[in-house]
């Protein structure tokens, strides 16, 4: 387990807002980070982004593309809530990494590991920072053809979908079109 002091990485104080785009002063860092846990392929492989499509979330991981997004909103809150924040994401990356094919849960034991191993072993799943949560509209509304279940949407569905919960007693979880979603609301 490794401290924020013992892997002496730190980012130039103070903070400033971040524009949105790479950022490599933090993928440097990420890079000193897997390379201390032996993750090498993560190291040369891991980018960082500020992203302002990021509105309640702190951060994001996406393990397909080795991206770690960050919401510019993060700066404004120190460089201790930033470090968390980016280790908890290279935190998603490094489990997924180790698990290989395996399918694991996003804050399961495999992700507590990584965290402890990145130097935040009580690492909580969600943060507590107060960043506006905007709800949406949801002009779309989809009902099962079968059970009525309603579905409201933001966006409207690109391919045929199905009510999981017919499917999974009906027809163990595989798609059947008895249960096909009909739009009836824009």
Request: with cysteine; hydrophobic share 35%.
């Amino acid at each position: 387990m490794l401290s924020f002091s013992q892997l002496e990485l730190s980012l130039p104080a103070p903070v400033a807002p971040k524009p949105a785009g790479r950022d490599a002063q933090l993928e440097a860092l990420a890079t000193k980070l897997f390379l201390s846990v032996g993750a090498e392929t993560l190291a040369v492989q891991i980018k960082v982004e500020w992203s302002k499509r990021l509105r309640s979330a702190a951060g994001r991981a996406d393990g397909a593309n080795r991206l770690v997004l960050l919401n510019p909103r993060l700066a404004d809150h120190g460089e201790e809530e930033l470090q968390r924040t980016l280790r908890h994401e290279l935190a998603h990356l490094l489990a997924h990494s180790r698990a290989g094919r395996r399918r694991i849960a996003p804050h399961g034991p495999e992700w507590r590991r990584a965290c402890a191993d990145l130097g935040i072993p009580d690492e909580s799943r969600c943060h507590t920072l107060p960043f506006p949560i905007q709800r949406r509209a949801r002009p779309y509304l989809y009902i099962c053809t079968y059970c009525g279940t309603e579905f409201p949407r933001t966006r409207p569905l690109k391919r045929t979908s199905a009510c999981l919960a017919c499917c999974r007693a009906h027809n163990r979880g595989k798609f059947d079109p008895r249960f096909k979603l009909r739009l009836v609301r824009r």
